[in-house]
């Protein structure tokens, strides 16, 4: 199961990445010019909305699962747990606080910094993509996120004590393969014909080499806010494992929490769309809705959205309850991975790889596999 949340994710990101890819170059392929501040946010408020439909698309599971092992609905106990914990009621004998107007505040401030969070990362990704590559936005994408939630998840300590060495070494091994695959992705794509050598000084001829430039440290300064996102996710989930007698959500068994923190999942797509719905308006305000119709009416973007984002996002979220924040994090390294396979499955004939390049994906994925079989490890010791 937790292996097939993991193939979710990140099947789910390399689908997003790759047609919203192909929709840039199909609406811009005759057009000297870049996406607009109001195609980004078209797409942002597309691909971010959907995270509305997550409690219910959790809840389908649950039936479907239900129903195929001839039990009753675990959702349906947990709807009226999360009446009471919301509420304040005391259905089962335990005290729970109830919900004061400060208490409702805080949550609301909660929310929406969480959600302020993730536009800034949505943001510069859709950006990025209409840049640079799809191949090249992963690996920066994917590296940034890694590293960020690696670091913070340790030193704000959230991740186990324990063989934190080991750990270290593999993240090493990985970002070394990233290194590796990054520094020899210049001559792949001299061989693949897609820059020229400058007879006159013998240099490369990158004709986008500003755009890629741009391109790699907006996606990269823009996803260092997935960070901080994770921590905080953490600390005021329903999914967070505090007892605190104090807490807004004390002495909640794991099916509630589960439960209350995918409808906090769909309340971070109401406040996303909240904000960047007044955004989306304001930018297109005297021009038409959909500036570049090719754009607005391609199917890719259902494709992106309902095949890509949303089960990326379903699977992340039931991977970071049902394991860890720690082996949620290896999902970024299997970004840029499969994002690549995929670009030479589907884009053979314009990719030339390397033997370098061959072996910096190698440890790339030993290592990443090496990665979440620790993580998983210190998971099942932690649960024990």
């Known amino acids: 199961m937790r292996a097939g949340l993991w193939l979710v994710a990140v099947l ?6 790759k ?5 840039y170059n199909v609406s811009y392929e005759t057009q000297q010019q870049r996406p607009t501040q109001q195609d980004v946010l078209y797409l942002l408020f597309v691909h971010l909305s959907s995270w509305i439909l997550v409690a219910p698309l959790t809840q389908l599971c649950s039936r479907v699962k239900d129903r195929l092992e001839g039990r009753s609905g675990s959702w349906a106990f947990s709807a009226v747990a999360v009446g009471a914990e919301l509420l304040g009621a005391d259905n089962d004998g335990r005290s729970r606080p109830n919900r004061t107007l400060a208490s409702h505040f805080r949550q609301l401030v909660q929310i929406t910094t969480l959600s302020l969070l993730l536009v800034i990362a949505g943001y510069t990704f859709f950006v990025a993509l209409g ?24 030193v704000m300590g959230l991740a186990p004590g324990k063989k ?27 061989l693949a014909g897609k820059l020229s050598v400058n007879e006159a000084t013998g240099e490369l001829d990158d004709p986008f080499l500003f755009d890629r430039l741009k391109g790699a440290l ?9 960070g901080p996102f994770f921590v905080l996710w953490n600390k005021w989930s329903a999914a967070s494992p505090n007892e605190s007698t104090t807490s807004i959500r004390p002495f909640l068994t794991h099916a509630e929490r589960s439960c209350i923190s995918n409808i906090e999942i769909s309340q971070l797509g109401i406040a996303n769309l909240l904000i960047v719905g007044p955004m989306l308006f304001l930018a297109s305000a005297g021009r038409p809705f959909a500036q570049n119709s090719t754009l607005s009416s391609s199917a890719f973007m259902l494709l992106s959205v309902f095949a890509g984002h949303l089960p990326m996002i379903w699977a992340m979220v039931h991977l970071s309850d049902r394991v860890s924040l720690q082996f949620t994090s290896t999902c970024f ?3 840029i991975v499969f994002t690549a396979l995929a670009d030479c499955i589907f884009d053979s004939a314009h990719v030339v790889v390397t033997r370098w390049e061959v072996i910096g994906y190698l440890l790339i994925s030993v290592a990443g596999l090496l990665l979440g079989r620790h993580h998983l490890a210190k998971a099942y010791s932690r649960d024990a």
């Open 131 to 154: 840049l640079s590559p799809a191949v090249d936005v992963a690996i920066m994408h994917g590296t940034s996120m890694f590293e960020i939630v690696s670091l913070l998840l340790v």
């Open 333 to 335: 390294v299997g970004f």
């Open 12 to 17: 789910g990101y390399v689908v997003q990445t």
């Open 218 to 226: 907006t996606c990269g300064l823009g996803a260092l806010t997935i």
């Open 19 to 23: 047609t919203l890819s192909h929709v």
């Open 164 to 190: 934190l060495g080991r750990s270290f070494a593999f993240m090493l091994i990985v970002l070394t393969g990233i290194f590796i695959v990054s520094y020899t992705k210049g001559t792949c794509d001299l």
